[in-house]
């Protein structure tokens, strides 16, 4: 029996008995801190089964942890050490229970033990928005965290209750809590998801003065967790794919590389060199380059999952091919169409980026000035390395000044769809607010637009302080426990002072989100000249 038990066994036989389990990644728990105090805030998806849940999860590492709960649960005795007994049904917040609650949560920190805490009071239901969600956080609750001075560790839990609980809800609190203890049975045999955020530190919640801001962004910073319950399907490759070529050609194409003349040559460093040519001078190198492209972008989730990345454009671009004189291997590429040349020869119909953006009468003059960038990949063999994709860029002005008749560079820039939608959906709306430009919208449109969707996370809350990509790129870390970080291109591209105009789902490259930029080379700051 569960009642032979106490403390963390009697949670463990709770949930063996009704099959009960629940996955939190190990990186996940790794954000409870192993020593001193802090507390847990949590949506309450289900009721009394969120706290044992929590008690079991944090318990592990801390079996000194602590939960607030109501009078009703707190007379459970097996499990009477994790209790903090606070009258969550007391609608008056100065009630003697609820001034005890809160003066025993103070002590037990002060000892430094742990705290968890379900701000809202009472299991979510459906609310104003139409899905389900907490009911607003308790001010007392978000006043007392605030007031506490030690770190917070979101806790999100997913899922929700039954559809006739939710129905009940609607029509009377009683109805509600009624209904609580047969929707613990329903659970039985039920696998769920939890995850663990990363620590909020006292200085980070030193940025919010106003309580209510405070408490909207530990909301934001819970419900955003959501995004790390992955959906294992997304990292299937289409039934389509095919294998990736094997390589070939290798000694033709050392050969074409070797016998490049001088002026194809960028520039060389130690066993670095930087070459730029047309798809006739090297037809060999481009199956190497093809298959390597493609070799690269499915690691990231793009691609075009056939056995080579090439197209009909690629015959009339030229390429920026970065080769290792020692190794004889491509580094890394990138594939430029002159714009001139484009528009004399093809007119709007020869970018490739017209596939993704219909680009109108007005935007021509600019295509005339510009170099198209596109395909830009390192290889597997140095994706590590930082300098590879330096000398990338360094390739780059270096064809710009040999070319001055050109001004721009234009493209696209990607996302890949392995990012979760929140995350696209925060770098899009940080993107449009603060690195676009309204001066091409008349001229340029997205033959398939992207909808972003924040689900019950104000983007607001979470954006408030990101004023620059480094700010972003942190705050997609701390959010995602290091899986994720603002694309690398696209911080480059914005460090460069570049415009996006808007974005497009490439349904052709597996579905990532292109953001299409404008990149006036006069604007570009000195200093990221200077870098390369």
Known sequence: KVADFEGRECLEAFLAQMRITYDTPTTDLANLPKEGPFITVSNHAYGALDGIILMHLVSEERPDLKVIVNY??????????????????EKNVGSRSSIAGIRLAKESLQKGNPLGLFPAGEVSHIGPSGQVEDLPWHTAIVKFIMNAGVPVVPIYFEGHNSARFLRRAKIHPMLQTASLPAEVLNKKGRR????????????????????????DYLRARTYALIANIDNKDKYKEPEHAAPIAPPKYHELAVREIE?????????????????FAPYSLIPNL?????????????TVGEGTYQSLDLDTYDRNYHHLVLWDSEKKMIVGAYRIGMGAELMKRFGVMG??????????PGFEPVLRQSLELGRAFISQEYRYETIPMMLLFKGLFHIMLRNEEYRYFIGPVSISSWYPKLYQSLIYKYIMEHHSTMEYHECIHSRTPFTPDFGLVNPDVLLRDIQTPEQLDRLLMRMSNRQYRLPYLVKRYLKLNSKVVLFNIDAGFNDSLDGFIVCDVPEIPKEELMMV
């Open 72 to 89: 009703l649960l707190s007379r459970i005795r097996p499990l009477q050490n994790f209790f903090l007994p606070v009258n969550a049904f």
């Open 192 to 215: 769920l998801s939890v995850r663990v955020g990363a620590p909020i530190s006292v200085a980070e919640q030193q940025r919010y003065t106003d309580y209510k801001e405070l408490g």
């Open 259 to 275: 016998q490049l003349p001088s002026r194809n040559c960028l520039f060389s460093i130690n066993n670095f060199e930087a070459y």
């Open 286 to 298: 481009m199956y190497e380059i093809g298959r390597k492209r493609e070799e690269s972008f499915r």
């Open 351 to 360: 970018f490739y980026n017209n596939t993704l953006f219909k680009f109108g």
